[in-house]
């Protein structure tokens, strides 16, 4: 198809998105990132996800980068804007800036542009950059996508949610994602702008929640000497509460969780919410938890094998792991931490070793603690939570 669709923003979301759309239409992804940008255009994959590589090098796509601006944003017929909105502590809020200044840009080349948002935004946002460009064609579409997984996501997704203040807009999105998707029958939901913002959070916020639960689980059956597998399996029988994101863990961290969490709580303001607001601390007591488990087993010679919290992934952001590193060393002095993590260069802390050989690694840790279970790792020298060896 002759269609040209522009993504701003090369990440995860940008990315995969790109990637499947390239497959029927004509894509120009943009990033100031001139590494990622020289890479899509080899069709080599910058993120760690097996899929989004194979579909690079294997299938017939229509899929090119730029950091030309011009280049990337001149006579598309749809906009996606996939750019990073970090929380701000000192605003209490993401920060848009990377979203406006897109639009900004989108608008100068093109007055007619329809401006489609798939970055995380704080509700409310999308009708105030409606009123302040006073261009009507700008609307929201939440992604619910996993780190390692994210092509499948896109693929296979659960529902896909459209806000319906342009309507011309969301069937034009609508009509492009039912022409990519293995769904049958996809089950696409409209809504207002600031629900669409709103389901987002909530969601990640849910998932949040019940990875805390599942830990909490089993902190518990740690220190009543029960069998958590036994507790959560008699538990996730039931199909009320299921077997999904039920498999303990060193605590949730990563690109979304922890950031729509915060803002969430930011939008309740004085809206009661005590159970949103327990989750973060929930969350790090789970680190302080398992430090003291650990260091219980009086070892000295500590390894962590890698920051990412997920097979196929290279996210380290609000890294679970790192907290938990950081929770050790606060508590003591006399032991001597290494971590293995071959795709960094440099020590994320003070006081900790970094190991790039693997076999040196395993030799040196007396306890290799790992947030999912790997079969390199030596059985006898493997502290993990893992219990259904699967990420969620």
């Known amino acids: 198809m002759n269609t040209k669709i522009s993504i701003i923003g090369a990440g995860y979301v940008g990315t995969s998105l790109g990637v499947l759309i ?11 990132d001139k590494h990622k940008v020289d890479l899509i255009n080899k069709k080599q994959s910058h993120l760690e996800e097996q899929d989004i590589n194979d579909w690079l090098t294997k299938k017939k796509l229509s899929i090119s980068a730029t950091t030309n601006p011009k280049e990337a944003l001149k006579g598309a017929h749809l906009y996606i804007i996939c750019t990073p909105t970090n929380f701000d502590s000192k605003t209490n809020s993401f920060n848009t800036e990377s979203v406006t200044e897109s639009i900004k840009k989108i608008l100068k080349i093109n007055k007619k542009a329809k401006i489609l948002i798939k970055s995380t935004i704080p509700i409310g946002y999308t009708q105030q950059i409606i009123k302040k460009t ?9 992604e ?6 994210s092509l499948q996501d896109n693929l296979y997704p659960a529902r896909i949610i459209i806000s319906d203040n342009h ?21 696409i939901i409209f ?11 909530f969601s990640n916020t849910y998932l949040a929640m019940r990875v805390s639960f599942f830990n909490e689980l089993d902190n518990f059956a740690l220190s009543r000497d029960l069998n958590p597998k036994n507790l959560i399996d008699g538990i996730s029988s039931d199909p009320r509460i299921g077997k999904q994101y039920n498999n303990p863990s060193f605590g949730f961290g990563g690109y979304c969780l922890p950031k729509d969490l915060k803002q969430l709580n930011s939008n309740f303001g004085d809206i009661p919410h005590s159970l949103i607001a327990s989750i973060d601390k929930s969350n790090k007591a789970r680190a302080e938890f398992i430090a003291s488990d650990i260091l219980a087993k009086k070892v000295k010679k500590i390894g962590f094998y ?26 003591s002095n006399k032991c001597q931490i290494f971590l293995f993590e071959p795709s960094i260069s440099k020590t994320p802390l003070k006081n900790v070793i970094l190991i790039h050989d693997f076999n040196e690694f395993q030799k ?6 790992c947030n999912r279970e790997d079969k390199k790792i030596s059985k006898k020298k493997m502290y993990t ?8």
């Not at 011309?168 to 769904?183: E, P």
């Not at 809504?191 to 959070?201: C, F, H, N, Q, R």
């Not at 040196?364 to 603690?369: A, G, R, T, Y």
């Open 134 to 142: 006073k261009h009507k064609a700008i609307a929201f579409s939440p």
């Open 191 to 201: 809504m207002a702008p600031s629900e669409a913002e709103t389901v987002k959070l």
């Open 364 to 369: 040196k840790s007396e306890l290799i603690i």
């Open 144 to 149: 619910f996508l996993r780190e390692g997984s």
């Open 22 to 32: 390239s497959s029927k239409y004509n894509v120009t992804l943009y990033d100031l």
């Open 306 to 331: 890698r920051l990412a919290m997920k097979k196929g992934s290279d996210n380290f952001r609000a890294s679970s792991v790192l907290m938990l590193m950081k929770a050790i060393l606060k508590r």
């Open 385 to 392: 939570r893992d219990i259904y060896n699967r990420d969620l």
């Open 167 to 187: 309507m011309g807009l969301a069937n034009l999105f609508a009509k492009i994602m039912q022409n990519l998707i293995l769904v049958k029958k996809p089950e």
